[in-house]
């Protein structure tokens, strides 16, 4: 179905364009899209600009999979039209097709700080990741802003300005939505326009565009944001690594994941990690078995969850040997070199230092110990981590190079 422009169009043409800085954003001019029409209109529009500043609120207390309450976007330009809250829930008929079909758009660059939880929500409700992708949090780590660098940091360095914190823990959910709301959910878009092309421009002059660029194929893949739930037990940190009881470990959470899923209900809302475990442990047969545990929430007792639970138990119990799971293989690091691992610790900090780079970006301490261990396949090792650190790492293993102090600095030294 061809859409066709609707209100917001005509928003453009005929009322007073009232040129809007970002530090004089009021209530009053905030835009509020809730059909189609207007959220087409708006997405075409979009599609004229390089790119376009992507925020979302939502809710996750009470559900599997999050609800969306509001869309915050924003293109460049400092006009009312140039940043508009979508707002699904008052807009219960409004189709997100447009939306979905700019950020298939491949000449627009879709911006998002943090984005791991927006992009998921997209996923899960239209089946699109949004590409080219743009994470201003992993930008500002390459960018020696630190670690994890939190959206109103990046405000106050880079635009100047401060983001009012009062309504972060609002319930998103209810209408109407207040003036504090609306210029709280705005506010993160639009300082968001200056933060990216900030960080876009010293990206582009200090050649390291291809390192985040790198960084998005996590973001990107479907992967990330879907839980299998033949894979659910992995995510339970177990007490014991027991062929059976790890047996009926992935058969508990293999239901528990499957019921939240198709209900939409929390994982912790059918039953919590210990008492998963509980129950792999005293692997009950019956619901007066169920009765006795200590750590099972009541309605879990009887009805599906119950005959779920036992269902589950019985299935790992009689789990053929050769069907039953390991654990992942927990690496010896006994016979580590312990004083090496020392080295490439303080090697990681001259070279985050020397080039601007959050270390942990670069290599965690675990990532460390593997290389210390003989481990060539890490990711600290591939790609632009491998010519910033990997590479000398694997020299200064090897005996090729040495460390060397010189007053607060660590310098390299070729042998």
């Not at 006795?292 to 119990?317: N, T």
Request: charge should be neutral; aromatic fraction near 6%.
């Amino acid at each position: 179905m061809r859409l066709r422009r609707g209100r917001l169009g005509a928003v453009y043409k005929d009322q007073e364009q009232q040129p809007i800085t970002r530090s004089t954003l009021m209530p009053s001019n905030i835009i509020t899209i809730t059909t189609t029409e207007d959220l087409a209109a708006f997405c075409e529009r979009a599609k004229g600009h390089p790119y376009i500043t992507v925020d979302t609120e939502f809710l996750r207390e009470r559900t599997y999979y999050a609800k969306l309450c509001l869309i915050q976007l924003a293109i460049p330009g400092d006009d009312r039209n140039d940043a508009v809250l979508v707002d699904p829930i008052e807009g219960s008929d409004m189709s997100l097709e447009p939306l979905y079909d700019l950020f298939r758009d491949p000449n627009v660059v879709k911006v998002f700080h943090a984005a791991r939880q927006d992009l998921e929500i997209f996923y899960v409700e239209g089946g699109v990741i949004p590409a080219p992708l743009f994470d201003t949090q992993v930008a500002a780590m390459v960018c020696d802003f630190g670690e994890q660098v939190g959206y109103e940091t990046l405000v106050r360095k880079i635009a100047k300005a401060s983001v009012d914190k009062s309504s972060r823990f609002t319930d998103w959910s209810r209408r109407p939505l207040s003036d504090a709301q609306k210029l709280y959910a705005l506010a993160d878009v639009t300082h968001l326009r200056d933060i990216y092309e900030y960080l876009s421009k010293r990206l582009e002059r200090s050649g390291r565009k291809a390192w985040v660029e790198e960084e998005m194929a996590i973001l990107r893949a479907p992967e990330t944001y879907i839980v299998q739930p033949d894979a659910a037990w992995r995510r339970v940190k177990v007490r014991s690594n027991a062929p059976k009881f790890l047996a009926i470990v992935r058969e508990l959470a293999r239901f528990r994941e499957a019921y939240a899923q198709e209900r939409n209900v929390p994982r912790s809302r059918v039953y919590k990690d210990d008492a998963l475990l509980e129950l792999a442990s005293t692997k009950p047969k019956d619901e007066r078995d169920l009765g006795k545990s200590r750590l099972l929430l009541r309605e879990a007792r009887k009805g599906a969850i119950a005959d779920g639970i036992l269902e589950a138990v019985a299935k790992g119990v009689s789990c053929p040997p050769d069907e039953m799971p390991k654990a992942p293989p927990v690496r010896d690091r006994s016979n580590m070199n312990s004083a090496l691992a020392d080295l490439l610790r303080v090697m990681l900090k001259a070279k985050a230092e020397e080039v601007g780079i959050a270390q942990k970006l670069i290599a965690t301490a675990s990532d460390l110990d593997d290389i210390a261990l003989g481990e060539r396949d890490g990711l600290a090792l591939k790609g632009w981590r491998a010519e910033v650190f990997g590479k000398d790492a694997l020299r200064l293993c090897d005996g090729d190079l040495a460390l060397s102090c010189s007053g607060n600095s660590v310098k390299i030294i070729e042998l």
